[in-house]
């Protein structure tokens, strides 16, 4: 119920324009690496440093002309670069809709392409972040166009809220898929996806079990301790090595378990989006966890 009324807040406009004037200063900075590259650039030496390594995402999506997704990726270009002039240990997550998906599907593909081949260039990886159920299918067809190509420093996202991953999982499994597991963070219809969280997380442990025993690699993205054991135990009973797998959390949030896994050996990857196009990140952040929502309603008080 707290998920599905911030979800719904979110396109309210009295919301999003008290959001958006005072969400920094009620402590958004926890949740976003600042709104700049070099304020990133900052926030992903100091986890670098830590032995964690990172994912950045220029904050944006929905765009609806193709001039508008030109600068976006000439952006992401610019990003790529200057992780290689700071040998920072990160790679690019990002979303299609921001590259031009909701002009053609063949725009967003170009330039995926385009950013795919530059980030090869510098030894580096894309990540295709998934978004509402509605552009799954769009979402994974480009992926296996990138693959079919013979890209194979991309990756994609599966969502176990949704009915359908398990058979969206059938069918990539063959391609020695690089995949992300995430729980989902959007409010979709109860035909749609599972509504209850214990069914979420049974289906998440069904699809993690498939992908870690299967080829190709795992990222397994989520904050929560049972899932994280269950998934340590798993691995190592029946012998998967670790080179194989890797934990995903976000920036912001459980930064001494990311240091603990790390600590045990395991590979941990934090989530460090940027940018001024914040609003939308937060509010499926806040809808995730009321934790992170108390957090920030907390500092409004305080100040």
């Known amino acids: 119920m707290f998920r599905g009324v911030i979800l719904t807040a979110t396109t309210n406009p009295g919301v999003s324009r008290f959001v958006r004037s005072y969400g920094m200063r009620m402590g958004a900075a926890r949740f976003v690496a600042g709104e700049t590259l070099d304020e990133a650039v900052l926030s992903l030496r100091k986890l670098n440093e830590q032995g964690l390594v990172t994912n950045t995402t220029l904050l944006g999506e929905g765009v609806r002309d193709e001039s508008t997704a030109m600068v976006v990726v000439d952006e992401y270009e610019k990003i790529l670069d200057r992780i290689a002039a700071e040998k920072l240990q990160t790679n690019i997550a990002l979303k299609l809709t921001h590259l031009g998906l909701d002009v053609s599907e063949e725009l967003a593909f170009r330039n995926l392409t385009r950013l795919v081949e530059h ?47 398990e058979r969206d999982l059938d069918e990539l499994l063959p391609l020695k898929p690089n995949l992300r597991l995430v729980k989902g963070a959007y409010l979709e219809p109860q ?44 691995t190592h009973s029946l012998g998967i090595e670790r080179d194989r797998f890797e934990f995903q959390m976000l920036y912001g949030i459980r930064p001494q378990l990311q240091l603990e896994l790390v600590q045990q050996g395991y590979k941990v990857l934090v989530a460090t ?27 409004l008080i305080l100040k």
């Open 119 to 165: 980030a090869q260039g510098l030894g580096n990886f894309i990540r295709i972040d998934m978004e509402e159920s509605a552009r799954v299918d769009t979402t994974l067809r480009i992926y296996r166009r990138m693959l079919a190509e013979g890209h194979e420093n991309v990756g994609t996202v599966l969502q176990a809220y949704l009915y359908r991953t």
């Open 191 to 234: 035909n749609i996806a599972y509504p209850q969280k214990a069914d979420v997380d049974r289906n998440y442990l069904r699809l993690a079990e498939r992908m870690l025993s299967s080829d190709g690699y795992t990222a397994i993205a989520t904050h929560d301790e049972q899932i994280i054991d269950y998934v340590v135990n798993y």
């Open 273 to 299: 989006p940027f940018g001024r196009e914040w609003y939308f990140y937060l509010m499926r952040r806040l809808a995730e966890r009321p934790a992170n929502a108390f957090f920030l309603i907390r500092n």
